[in-house]
């Protein structure tokens, strides 16, 4: 068990110089973070400072953990981050909603190019399965001039099984017409269009 505990304190010398580094365990510790070695290491490893924690602690989230810290810090979210998602009409609910918007893009200019796609207040999770399946702004706007009414379920939907304007075009060159974005996922998983001999059928 020594032999690590060297190791850490070295990783702990290398990231910071002489007396700094015990400061800075010190410093953590009055910021609230008085947690074991490997913590602290990690932290001082990703550049987590005692004012980003107190920083991250105003947001009002409460006190983030250690391992929250080091996800808030390794994917860069910082108070700004936060007063422009609200500023968009993102109201993220805690530090995973912040982690997570960071890792899937989930940025003021997204939900603004789908507000203006048409799609208002849009879920926290519903954010996230948007990005995830690489749902953008134009595809949205594509999807709601075919189907005026297309719901956030929908559009995840028709991104999953690749239905676009091109699909949809070729449906209606083998005369089918009208219709609905079930209808077009079921024609899709059939593969009829596939087939180059399908005869054309109105359905």
Do not use: C, W
Request: net charge neutral.
């Amino acid at each position: 068990m020594q032999h690590v505990a060297v190791s850490h304190a070295m990783i702990l010398e290398a990231s910071g110089e002489g007396q700094s580094k015990s400061d800075y365990i010190s410093d953590m510790r009055a910021a609230g973070y008085d947690v074991d070695l490997d913590k602290l290491v990690k932290m001082k490893i990703h550049g987590v400072t005692p004012d980003y924690a107190r920083s991250m602690a105003q947001l009002g989230f409460g006190k983030p953990t250690a391992d929250e810290l080091v996800s808030l810090k390794i994917f860069d979210v910082k108070p700004e981050t936060v007063s422009q998602l609200k500023a968009s009409g993102i109201a993220p609910t805690g530090f995973r909603d912040l982690i997570s918007y960071q890792i899937f893009k989930v940025t003021p200019e997204f939900v603004a190019g789908m507000k203006d796609a048409g799609f208002d207040s849009i879920p926290a999770a519903k954010l996230r399965a948007l990005r995830v399946q690489n749902v953008t702004p134009e595809f949205a706007k594509a999807a709601r001039q075919q189907y005026p009414d297309v719901t956030l379920d929908q559009l995840i939907k028709l991104k999953i099984f690749n239905i676009d304007q091109a699909f949809i075009a070729s449906a209606k060159s083998h005369g089918f017409n009208q219709l609905t974005i079930d209808k077009l996922v079921k024609l899709r998983i059939s593969g009829l269009l596939d087939d180059g001999n399908q005869k054309s059928e109105d359905k």
